[in-house]
């Protein structure tokens, strides 16, 4: 596997090898060791499933608040997102700013997303699949979102505004100037 830090500290694309031959492919997706030896020491809980028919679905982008923060190992099982991580630690040198990449089943790629980001994804596919593995439960009460479009952060969304496939609830949420967040860098 490998680990390629991004801008954001922390955030890390990872490339798992692939051994292929006439059958197919193998590749392992996840080794302890070398994930805590390359990132560090976060313990995996629960793993998540989405599966969105339409290209141009975005969900997100998400977070959990302290004491339930959720770090988040992103992949792609089918199809292909662009997926995004937004650092919204207060007092971080690069809160507010983000990284994206795109996943595919095809490239195998995977983003780490820790504690402290707000994440989120556009399909680029139709019947597109993210798998993501996550370091506490999911919580109501800690569950929160950063407005998916927010010019103050300009992520260049691979869909139009009007476009979107959008819940209500990712339609609503607070902009960057708004959010309220308790991750202090």
């Given amino acids: 596997m490998q680990f390629e830090a991004t801008k954001l500290p922390g955030v890390f694309l990872i490339t798992p090898k692939r051994f292929g031959d006439q059958r197919g492919y193998f590749m392992e997706t996840f080794r302890l060791s070398l ?23 975005v969900r997100g982008l998400h977070f959990q608040l302290n004491p339930r923060a959720q770090g988040k190992l992103v992949s ?9 991580a937004v650092d919204i630690r207060k007092g971080s040198p690069t809160y507010g700013q983000f990284v994206t990449a795109e996943l ?17 994804f556009c399909t680029l596919q139709p019947d597109t699949v993210i798998s993501y593995k996550v370091t ?6 800690h569950d929160r ?3 998916w479009n927010d010019p103050a952060i300009g992520i260049d969304w691979p869909v139009d505004a009007d476009k979107a496939i959008l ?9 960057l100037s708004e959010l309220e967040t308790n991750f202090v860098y």
Avoid: I
């Fill in 35 to 57: 994930f805590e030896s390359e990132v560090g020491s976060f313990p995996f809980v629960q793993d998540n499933k989405s599966f969105s028919a339409e290209v141009g679905t």
């Fill in 167 to 175: 819940s209500d609830k990712d339609r609503k949420q607070p902009t």
């Fill in 104 to 120: 595919t089943a095809e490239n195998g790629c995977q983003l780490w997303v820790p504690p402290g980001f707000a994440h989120g």
């Fill in 76 to 84: 792609c099982a089918a199809g292909a997102l662009l997926d995004v």
């Fill in 136 to 141: 506490d439960y999911y919580s109501p009460d």
């Fill in 145 to 147: 979102g950063l407005l």
